[in-house]
Structure formats: structure tokens, C-alpha cells
């Protein structure tokens, strides 16, 4: 049996849509009849790989999905399949009252067709590669290994905690950044409104008297004149920039040679560092865990890495380990990981816990890049209303200064 996604018209012409399994799309639609309903249109909940091998045979679309669930509904999802599997229930009985409990529909479809492919016959790993978007590669492959080995229940609680652990993480960044660029902005359209539109209404005043304007002023209402002139050609000339930018970041040679002078950076590099090496060896950590083959487990944590150079770090690294060399010395050969978690690593090996060292060098990193988020805040916060405070009693004070200069001549 397959899932299909159907939109139908009720008794009332109330428009419905939902999901049934049955072997044909004409099946879903007598079903939908017996309910007298009118069917609109039936078509196969399916993932991205499907979607290819539909178009290359020229067969009816397929419904795919590459959006709208999110990490937490990953993690929920899995936690509740966790559950029910270390209760002995069969796992299409399992993934159906998933779905069921689910209150997003964008989850009940895609559960619905996993299931599907699982009454087929197929392996859970290989029904969850038809959405890839959903559930990447260290998600399939992990399920897969606690399949194999018989713990799927275990596999899938690590795999919960897991995918919370980075969520959170990613959360804690963005929350972290979010104040200075806020604050940034509102600075900037602040002091721009000032010198832009309230500057020249108030010198104005003193431009009809005889008396020369203050050099201050002067400069102000120069700098006034200037952003409005060219203000807009200004704003939109960064517009098409940052375009012109990210086009050419596309590019893997552009992309690395920016993520390499990021690393370069002072403080912007050791970020960038910490978190991707959090990243790495957490998920390093679940896939050694799961007794996935630790070649297999190099490559796919190596693919959660988002910065260019050290994702090349780890691909060399386990070069190096096919060779028959220590991980924890492969991967300091590229000088690129910070020397605590490549101590922990080697550690790990020699004592053969190195899932726990694994476990333990992210959770060190993960601390310290809190640590060091947090005292970039509370920095840049103070700095960036210094700064503002700074500007604006520039402004306010270029405006007075002929008034006072008028003051002294009445005198």
C-alpha cells in the first residue's frame, strides 16, 4: 500500500484534504466516494529521489516535501517512535499512531508514506531516504546501524537528543547575534532619520542669517546634503553588493577562500571554529555510538560542517585513518580544531571510550561557545549605545552651537 494526499469536496462543498493509503490512486478515490465526497485530485506522497524518477519516465507528478517541518518536529517525532518501538509495537503500527498524534499535516504525510514503504518491505532507514530534506544523512544512517544491530529503540532516543542538542545550539547563536544586529540597524536608521530629515529643517533657521554657520554645523549640514542626495543610490548600490555577493559565494573556490579568512579572523574565527567543532564531534559522538563504521562516521560528520576548510580538515583526516593513522593526530594535522578537543579525541582512543570523549569534547565546546557568546553581547550591547550616544550628542551639539554663537553677539 502507498499514501496518497487527496483533495476532495464534502457534502457541504467544504474543501478537505488529508491523506489515505490504498494500493491505487483509484482506490483512494472510492474511498473518498463511499464518504460521499468528490475527489479533486490524488496524488502520491513522495520524497525528492522519487520525484526525479518521475520526471525521467514522464509519469504523473509525485507530491514532494522540502519544507515545513522543523527540527523540533523531527525531534518529537523521533522520541515518540523511540517510545512506542521500546514497547514491543510493530513499527507500522508505531509510525501510524505517530501520525496520528501529530497535529502538523505536513508530518502526518510524510509518516504516512515512510509507513507505506515499510509494509512494502522496505527497511526504515531506506523509507526515510525518500525525504532527505526531512531526514538527512546522519539521521538514515544511524537508524540504519540500529537496525542492524538490533537497538532501534536506543538509536532513535540518541537521535532525539541529538537533534534538540542542535537546534538548541543553533537557537543559542542566533539569540546571541540577534541583539547587536538589532541594535545595529536601529543606530544606523536613527542617526541616518537625524542628519536626513530633522538637521536641515532646524539649520534652515540660521542659513537665512548673515552670520557664517560654525564649521561643525557646517560639516553636519554638508554630511545632511550628502545622504540625502545620495542616500538611496548609497542604499541600493549595497543592495546589488550583497547580491553580487552571495552569487559569488555560490561558487565552493569563493566560498572557501571566505570561510578561510573568517578562521583568520580574531574573534569572529574562534566563533566559527567552536561551533563547527561542536557540531562535528556530536554528531561524531551518536554516530560512534550507534556503531556506525568510524570511516563512515568521519565522512558524514564531516558533511554537518558548514566551514569549507575544516570540512577539507576531516576529509584528509580520514584519508589518513583509512592509512591506518590515529584520528585524534589525523585530524591535528590540519591545525584547524581547537587542541582540547583534539587531546580529548586521542584520548579517547587509546582508553577505547571515545564516544564518551567524543561526548565530552562537544559538550566542552558547546560550553564554551555559550561562554564566549555571552561576553560578546554584553560587550557589543554597552559599545553600540556608547557609540549611538556619541553620534547623536555630535549632531544635537552642532545645532546648538549657532545659537550660542548668537548668545555671545547679543552680548
Same mark, same amino acid.
Given at each position: ?50 520525484? =526525479? ?24 517525532? *523521533? ?41 512494502? /518491505? ?37 537521535? +532525539? ?39 536641515? #529643517? ?6 537665512? =542669517? ?72 556530536? *554528531? ?12 563512515? +562516521? ?29 584520528? =585524534?593526530?589525523?585530524? +591535528? ?14 584520548? /579517547?582512543?587509546?582508553?577505547? #571510550? ?58
Amino acid at each position: 500500500m502507498a499514501a496518497y494526499e487527496y483533495t476532495a469536496l464534502d457534502a457541504a462543498g467544504r474543501e478537505q484534504r488529508g491523506v489515505l493509503e490504498g494500493d491505487s490512486p483509484r482506490q483512494v478515490r472510492q474511498v473518498l466516494r463511499e464518504k460521499q465526497w468528490l475527489p479533486l485530485q490524488v496524488l502520491p506522497v513522495s520524497g525528492d529521489r522519487r520525484e =526525479g524518477s518521475a520526471g525521467a519516465t514522464g509519469s504523473a507528478p509525485r507530491l514532494t516535501w522540502r519544507a515545513g517541518i522543523k527540527a523540533a518536529d523531527v525531534a518529537l517525532l *523521533t522520541r515518540q517512535l523511540a517510545t512506542l518501538v521500546r514497547a514491543a509495537v510493530p513499527l507500522e503500527e508505531s509510525l501510524r499512531a505517530v501520525a496520528e498524534q501529530s497535529e502538523r499535516p505536513a508530518v502526518q504525510k510524510v509518516l504516512a508514506a515512510v509507513r507505506s514503504r515499510v509494509i512494502e /518491505g522496505h527497511t526504515l532507514a531506506h523509507a526515510l531516504g525518500e525525504f532527505p530534506k526531512v531526514f538527512p544523512e546522519i539521521y538514515r544512517a544511524t537508524v540504519a546501524a540500529g537496525e542492524q544491530s538490533g537497538r532501534l529503540d536506543t538509536v532513535l532516543e540518541r537521535l +532525539a537528543d541529538y537533534t534538540e542538542n542542535r537546534d538548541q545550539l543553533r537557537q543559542r547563536v542566533l539569540g546571541a547575534m540577534l541583539y547587536p544586529i538589532v541594535l545595529t540597524v536601529m543606530c544606523i536608521v536613527i542617526i541616518a532619520g537625524l542628519l536626513t530629515y530633522v538637521v536641515p #529643517k532646524v539649520v534652515e533657521v540660521f542659513e537665512s =542669517g548673515r552670520n557664517a554657520l560654525p564649521w561643525m554645523t557646517r560639516a553636519l549640514l554638508a554630511t545632511s546634503e550628502f545622504l540625502a542626495t545620495f542616500g538611496p543610490w548609497i542604499l541600493a548600490a549595497l543592495c546589488v553588493a550583497t547580491l553580487v555577493f552571495l552569487r559569488w559565494v555560490r561558487d565552493p573556490a569563493a566560498r572557501r577562500k571566505v570561510d578561510a579568512l573568517l578562521l583568520r579572523l580574531p574573534l569572529i574565527g574562534r566563533l566559527v571554529r567552536g561551533f563547527n567543532t561542536a557540531r562535528f564531534t556530536r *554528531t561524531f559522538s551518536i554516530l560512534t555510538g550507534s556503531a556506525v563504521p568510524v570511516l563512515e +562516521a568521519l565522512r558524514i560528520a564531516g558533511a554537518v560542517i558548514g566551514n569549507l576548510p575544516m570540512r577539507d580538515a576531516v576529509e584528509r583526516a580520514a584519508e589518513r585513518v583509512r592509512e591506518g593513522a590515529p584520528i =585524534g593526530k589525523s585530524l +591535528a594535522a590540519g591545525s584547524l580544531f581547537p587542541p582540547m578537543t583534539v587531546h580529548l579525541i586521542s584520548s /579517547g582512543e587509546s582508553s577505547g #571510550k571515545l564516544e564518551e570523549m567524543l561526548e565530552r569534547a562537544a559538550s566542552n565546546q558547546e560550553r564554551e561557545l555559550d561562554g564566549l557568546l555571552t561576553a560578546l553581547v554584553g560587550l557589543l550591547g554597552p559599545m553600540l549605545i556608547v557609540a549611538m550616544g556619541v553620534f547623536v550628542t555630535a549632531i544635537v551639539f552642532a545645532m546648538l552651537m549657532p545659537i550660542f554663537e548668537m548668545n555671545t553677539l547679543v552680548r
